[in-house]
Every structure is written in structure tokens, then in C-alpha cells.
């Protein structure tokens, strides 16, 4: 909710900012992995202020997800480029008979 509404804010710029787009980029990360922060948070909940511990929550989230997208996504993705890239040049090209 909180990166839409930056997006919806910032909509008028030519660019986003730089941290916004980040966010973007290791979204997916964030979905898998903001679950995980879920038990977390009900732990803290409890030991904290609430909203200490939803932005403890959210850093943790987003510090593991920039590492799980550049260790772990990031080099699959170029992993699968590269095998899609090897495929297509050994493929011979087939061209139309002449009849």
C-alpha cells in the first residue's frame, strides 16, 4: 500500500525515485517473502510498540529480499537469458521451400 500511494505521488515526475524504483525491482522478493516477517511481528507486537515493530518488520523484509533478489533471482535470470540465448543460436533457421 505504502510503495502504490508513493507511486501514485510521485506519478506526475518524469521519474521515480531512485529507492521507489528499487522497490520495484525486488517486489516480487518482498511477496515471497513478507511472511515470514509475519510471526515476527506478532512476536514483537507483544515485547514493543507496535509500530516499532512493524518498521523493524518492514526493514527486515526489504534488507532480506535486496539479498534474496541479488543472490538468488537476479543471477537465475540471467542464468535462464543465457540458456534462452544458446538455444536460439544453435536452432537452425527454417526457411520457406520454393515450390
Do not use: Q
Amino acid at each position: 500500500m505504502v510503495v502504490f500511494m508513493a507511486a501514485l505521488i510521485f506519478s506526475n515526475r518524469m521519474r521515480a525515485p531512485g529507492w521507489l524504483a528499487r522497490i520495484g525491482v525486488i517486489s516480487y522478493s518482498i511477496y515471497l517473502l513478507h511472511c515470514l516477517a509475519l510471526p515476527l511481528l506478532a512476536w514483537l507486537a507483544g515485547k514493543v510498540d507496535w509500530m516499532l515493530a512493524a518498521v523493524v518488520c518492514l526493514l527486515i523484509t526489504v534488507v532480506v529480499s535486496e539479498m534474496t533478489y541479488r543472490f538468488v533471482e537476479k543471477p537465475a535470470i540471467d542464468f535462464g537469458r543465457k540458456l534462452l540465448a544458446r538455444r536460439t543460436e544453435s536452432t537452425v533457421p527454417v526457411t520457406p521451400h520454393a515450390r
